[in-house]
T-cell receptor
Framework: LAKTTQPISMDSYEGQEVNITCSHNNIATNDYITWYQQFPSQGPRFIIQGYKTKVTNEVASLFIPADRKSSTLSLPRVSLSDTAVYYCLVGPVSGAGSYQLTFGKGTKLSVIP | GAVVSQHPSWVICKSGTSVKIECRSLDFQATTMFWYRQFPKQSLMLMATSNEGSKATYEQGVEKDKFLINHASLTLSTLTVTSAHPEDSSFYIC??????????????FGPGTRLTVL
């Protein structure tokens, strides 16, 4: 499973756009990139998943460059309730070892009023 | 959609007793479920992969005789912590992968179970 590197923490003011970048230099051809959000004492919540280029849903966008060695989670206009730990995970979704998620340390996002 | 529940949400037990934690997929079927453990201020660590109708696959360092996993149906997996000790106190989280539909490549997590062993 590809290892990921994220900033340990980030601070942002309410209403700003937040971009969290994740490095995954040894991503494999069949690996997907998935981001989860976790609040204290709760299970992780799926945010977004992608393979290449750009993916957007109702809560976030995921930007993946052509070499796929990194990805950026973009949260538009954050609010205090977005304060959480954000995890970037990389792994296959089919075949051997599929669906197993290896969580790194994540990025603790603190939104300031 | 894609809701996973866990029961109980928290449990306190005496050292030496066994505790069972249930993980249910409420609105989808899950051939595969996963069990994680999370210590304070740390990340989630995968303990085992549970497949419906077959034996669970445990990660290295996880004692299969201590953490018994049963996945008897497509919507229920249980984790039993046998002869629990204070060092087993942790936050246990399950996840489930839908067997069919458009989201088979995604894991959905339960709310977690806080286990405290006295």
């Amino acid at each position: 499973l590809a290892k990921t590197t994220q900033p340990i923490s980030m601070d942002s003011y309410e209403g700003q756009e937040v971009n969290i970048t994740c490095s995954h230099n040894n991503i494999a051809t069949n690996d997907y990139i998935t981001w989860y959000q976790q609040f204290p004492s709760q299970g992780p919540r799926f945010i977004i998943q992608g393979y290449k280029t750009k993916v957007t849903n109702e809560v976030a966008s995921l930007f993946i460059p052509a070499d796929r060695k990194s990805s950026t989670l973009s949260l538009p206009r954050v609010s205090l309730s977005d304060t959480a730990v954000y995890y970037c995970l990389v792994g296959p979704v089919s075949g051997a070892g599929s669906y197993q998620l290896t969580f790194g340390k994540g990025t603790k996002l603190s939104v300031i009023p | 959609g894609a809701v996973v529940s866990q029961h109980p949400s928290w449990v306190i037990c005496k050292s030496g007793t066994s505790v069972k934690i249930e993980c249910r997929s409420l609105d989808f079927q899950a051939t595969t479920m996963f069990w994680y453990r999370q210590f304070p201020k740390q990340s989630l660590m995968l303990m085992a992969t549970s497949n419906e109708g077959s034996k669970a696959t445990y990660e290295q360092g996880v004692e299969k005789d201590k953490f018994l996993i049963n996945h008897a149906s497509l919507t229920l997996s249980t984790l039993t912590v046998t002869s629990a000790h204070p060092e087993d106190s942790s936050f246990y989280i399950c996840s489930a992968r839908p067997s069919g539909g458009p989201h088979t490549d995604t894991q959905y997590f339960g709310p977690g179970t806080r286990l405290t062993v006295l």
